[in-house]
């Protein structure tokens, strides 16, 4: 086949075919640098497309190429002109490693080679670093997750139903399209370009986009398997995070949907990769950025020129130091975090450890919406407070932080604040700056009238002028939280469960909330108050409920941060 010429003496070579063992051929497109080689390879294995390459977040395979790299980007099995059917994860590990031990023969490859992608295309890196291939050297999983039931899927037992069901759509989309089905690729395409309406579909679990008997059944096993289990461990390395013996440099972002996944994986490697070298070599950088794109920008918020990280560059840096023996990462600081607020980069030697600066709900029983009596303090409740109570409607569910297709970002949560189906806990101002590094956690005593039920924590920046800025979110369900314990009506329990990780400071003058609900719809998917699955429920199947927050003596209820230094409240 001819080479392309891309300019500066960098070559394209389409549609290279290997052979893996069960006979299923994968096709990559691969760019030559200038001169004859061989050279260090970059691998890329997406669903995407070839030719996309993750260029919405990376620079495109030439730049790299004219860096003196031989880049391959090769479509995963049943995508794109690869051969086979696509099930997501499923055959990652062992294809990944395959396409390897095929590259490794190419002439164009000098034996060294690192991974690298973001999202599919950081989980395809996990998967294979796990099969031990020779010659894989180094990977950046950006964006991804480990343990995808945690980290990608579920949250405390809810499934994170926009991020899950939107993509889940996006990828059935090219199956019913390889597939020739025509009206199934129709209705696909309608629901795909409605994301409002996606969520709202009831029982979501029977949504006509995804419940064609011709199409594959994945969506249809995300939404059915709740649990933790057999099912999950065998797609991603939760499991297996001593089989990774690499060094990794891993990429999270406060406001994208799978933050948790990419600091998890981070710590897993971390603590438990295969060897003491790998554990020492994992790095990470957490930015203020969505999934995509990552800049300066979320929506109107201007983050400031620091939030511009050069990726690009730090990504070569890190290939150069492995798989070209530069040494020029050995300066890199194992974590680097940018702490929205002041909106600059610090660094640490490793991830914080568990938090310990507690703050404490008060009120005077009417803690409802941000003109309620709501407070956050350092002291300990000295008597007992009334309870807080407000009602839960799955009819009318509190919306998440970005709306009715819970976009991602740092939105005023202000006009959501002034409904009674929350209560609002807000400190007195900070005298000094105050910053949090790493992961809250929250005790919540908690009763409620039903006997399945949702609690959602929320942390909000307020600041001088009174915006509410979403900052993180967590959220349990009862039949997960309380699954060996068991669970009632009308009981009150301890609710103790983490947001997600995230690094933000108060100047001074601002002031911290606390928002508790029963729901954040549809980031995640809403608790029906019966025994009825979620993705099965409806409005015949819903039930109101009536929560009350305990915060006494005997029971008080805090938010726990990981406070950097002396707390300024």
């Not at 950006?142 to 809810?158: I, K, P, R």
């Not at 249809?220 to 013996?245: F, K, M, N, Q």
């Not at 604040?417 to 005593?445: A, W």
Request: contains cysteine; charged residues 20%; aromatic residues 12%.
């Amino acid at each position: 086949m001819a080479l392309i010429d891309c300019g500066s003496g960098v070559r394209l070579e389409r549609g290279l075919r290997c052979r893996l063992s069960d006979g299923v051929s994968l096709v990559s497109d691969h760019y030559y640098p200038p001169g004859t080689g061989p050279w260090p390879t970059l691998l890329m294995r997406q669903p995407y497309g070839r030719d996309i390459a993750s260029t919405v977040v990376y620079a495109h395979p030439v730049w790299f190429a004219r860096h003196e790299y031989h880049v391959v980007i090769q479509d995963v099995r049943g995508r794109g002109a690869s051969e086979g059917e696509f099930y997501p994860f499923r055959n990652e590990s062992r294809d990944g490693a395959e396409t390897i031990a095929w590259l490794r023969n190419q002439p164009a490859c000098n034996g060294r080679i690192g991974m690298y992608g973001f999202s599919y295309q950081g989980a395809t890196q996990l998967l294979a670093a796990a099969e031990q291939p020779d010659g894989l050297q180094c990977i950046a999983p950006h964006m991804t997750a480990a343990d995808l039931y945690y980290g990608w899927f579920y949250h405390h037992g809810a499934l994170r139903l926009s991020s899950s069901l939107g993509w889940g759509i996006q990828m059935l989309r090219e199956d019913a399209r390889r597939k020739g089905l025509h009206e199934t690729s129709r209705r696909l395409e309608a629901a795909w370009a409605n994301v409002r309406a996606q969520a709202a579909h009831l029982p979501y679990g029977q949504h006509p986009a995804i419940t064609d008997p011709a199409l594959p059944g994945y969506v249809r096993d995300w939404i059915s398997h709740r649990e933790p289990g057999e099912y999950w461990s065998a797609l991603d390395v939760s499991t297996r995070c001593d089989r990774i013996h690499v060094p990794a440099l891993h990429l999270a972002g406060w406001y994208d949907s799978y933050v948790q996944g990419a600091v998890d994986g981070y710590l897993a490697l971390r603590r438990r990769a295969g060897s003491e070298f790998a554990r020492k070599k994992q790095y990470l950088i957490a930015g203020p950025w969505l999934h995509i794109p990552w800049g300066d920008r979320i929506g109107e918020l201007n983050l400031g020129e620091e939030a511009d990280l050069d990726t690009d560059a730090i990504l070569m840096r890190w290939f150069n130091h492995w798989l070209k023996d530069s040494t020029e990462f050995a300066s890199e600081p194992r974590v680097r975090y940018f702490v929205l607020g002041p909106n600059q980069w610090r660094s640490a030697d490793d991830w914080p450890g568990q938090a310990e600066q507690a703050v404490f709900l008060h009120s005077a029983g009417r803690a409802n919406s941000r003109k309620g009596d709501g407070r956050l303090a350092k002291c300990l409740p000295r008597s007992d407070e009334p309870r807080d109570v407000f009602v839960y409607d799955p009819e009318v569910p509190v919306l998440a932080p970005g709306g009715p297709q819970a976009l991602s970002g740092a939105f005023d949560q202000a006009a959501l604040e002034m409904g009674n189906n929350l209560l609002c806990y807000t400190s007195d101002e900070v005298k000094r700056e105050t910053e949090v590094f790493g992961q809250p956690h929250i005790m919540l005593y908690a009763a409620t009238s039903a006997p399945h039920a949702d609690f959602t924590a929320k942390i909000v920046r307020v600041t001088a002028q009174g915006r509410a800025e979403f900052i993180s979110i967590g959220v349990a369900r009862s039949s997960w939280l309380f699954r060996d314990s068991g669970f009632a009506a009308d009981e009150v329990r301890a609710w103790q469960f983490t947001l997600e990780p995230v690094a933000f400071a108060l100047a001074a003058g601002e002031r911290l909330r606390l928002e508790i609900a029963s729901s954040a719809f549809p980031l995640y998917d809403r608790n029906p108050s019966t025994p009825t699955l979620p993705q099965l429920a409806d409005q015949w199947s819903w039930s109101r409920s009536t929560q009350q927050i305990l915060h006494t003596a005997a029971h008080p209820s805090a938010l726990y941060l990981p406070v950097k230094g002396d707390a300024g409240w």
